[in-house]
């Protein structure tokens, strides 16, 4: 069976930080981008960052730029988000995504595509 398990999500105060893992299974890792959506109460979901486990780009949104950062540890089929300097805007259920024919950059995030895998969410709330 494939699955992409996401956890680590949590309630922190502005200014903490959290790591959120994507763990796959049931395909070939290697062969893979990673990304990261996040959908807030009312809001549309926006692409967050991804990884290609292929070759290692890395993408991240302007606005998470300079305190997320993504990894990945192909040996473990995981990637990581790494969310430091949280603001309350970042609060979100946050999915990760796995696709066979992009790899990573602005354009994994192409509207109305249709993505290979989907994870469940892992909620992050971030307030003081």
């Known amino acids: 069976d494939v699955q992409l398990q996401a956890s680590g999500g949590g309630w922190v105060q502005p200014g903490n930080s959290l790591r959120l893992s994507c763990a796959a299974s049931?395909?070939?890792?290697?062969?893979?981008?990673i990304g990261w959506f996040r959908q807030a109460p009312g809001k549309e979901r926006e692409g967050v960052s991804c990884?290609?486990?292929?070759?290692?780009?890395?993408y991240y949104k302007d606005s998470v730029k300079g305190r997320f950062t993504i990894s990945s540890d192909n040996a473990k089929n995981t990637v990581y988000l790494q969310m430091n300097s949280l603001k309350p805007e970042d609060t979100a259920v946050y999915y990760c995504?796995?696709?066979?024919?992009?790899?990573?950059?602005?354009?994994?995030?192409?509207?109305?595509?249709?993505?290979?895998?989907w994870g469940q969410g892992t909620q992050v709330t971030v307030s003081s």
């Open positions: 995504t796995a696709d066979s024919n992009l790899g990573c950059g602005p354009y994994y995030y192409t509207r109305g595509y249709e993505y290979d895998y």
């Open positions: 049931g395909f070939n890792f290697d062969d893979y981008a």
């Open positions: 990884i290609s486990a292929r070759d290692g780009s890395t």
